[in-house]
């Protein structure tokens, strides 16, 4: 899509949600809007595409949000749609015997949602957040493009807005992940580490995000 293209679909889709009266988030949380702490909204989380795009929604305890936070979504690839060349900077761990089975995935960044069902701002985590496969800023942004949520699964309103909003905020997102793979060569390479959680953030800037090429 082009960047008007994207303009108009998350425009669309924001106006028709408050049409509905229902906030962002009220599109993936139980119909009383009530969230509970840790859940992952919906349950099993959307996935389509042929890049296997995915996300979820949640929320963490209050002392644990930046100021005015309601939840975040947490975006990502398939790792099987990353090509065989890319190498990643740390894999996921093996598997214990007694483990559940784990989805093989690799984050892109996660958005948090305000209070008032608001972009507040982007940010990446460390490795143990989202138990992904971390790869370089460069291989993930080669494969950016194809993030695009929209199909049989989910909410359409909140696929296509998301879907508009990642490839509206692309250039933002590149810097933060560039900013992450720092911070994980200085802090924690194992992706382990419980007391690196946050590697990069930046809040949303409406201005730049309309105006990004």
């Known amino acids: 899509m082009t960047n008007s293209e994207m303009v108009e ?7 028709a949600m408050f049409a509905k009266g229902v906030p962002l988030m009220n599109h993936v949380l139980p119909k009383d809007g009530a969230a509970e702490i840790w859940e992952h909204y919906p349950d099993g989380d959307i996935v389509n595409g042929e890049a296997g795009s995915r996300f979820f929604y949640h929320s963490h305890p209050p002392g644990e949000r930046i100021d005015g936070e ?33 989805v093989d995935v690799v984050h892109i960044a996660a958005l948090s949602i305000s209070l008032e069902g608001l972009p ?4 990446t985590t460390n490795r143990w957040v989202t138990d992904e496969w971390v790869y370089p800023a460069d291989d993930i942004m080669a494969q950016i493009e194809r993030f695009d949520l929209r199909g049989q699964q989910g909410d359409p309103l909140i696929n296509q807005w998301l ?13 933060l992940l560039a900013e992450r793979d720092v911070q994980l060569r200085a802090k924690d390479m194992t992706g382990e580490d419980n007391a690196v959680e946050i590697m990069s953030a930046a809040p949303i800037n409406f201005e730049e995000l309309f105006g990004s090429e």
Do not use: Y
């Not at 879907?163 to 810097?175: C, D, N, P, W, Y």
């Open 70 to 102: 309601h939840g975040h979504f947490h975006l990502f690839f398939a790792k099987e749609s990353m090509p065989s060349e890319a190498n990643p900077l740390i894999p996921a761990p093996d598997l214990e015997k007694d483990e559940e089975p784990r």
């Open 120 to 123: 507040m701002q982007w940010f």
């Open 163 to 175: 879907t508009a909003m990642v490839g509206l905020s692309r250039g933002k997102i590149g810097q």
């Open 9 to 15: 679909l998350l425009m669309s889709s924001t106006e």
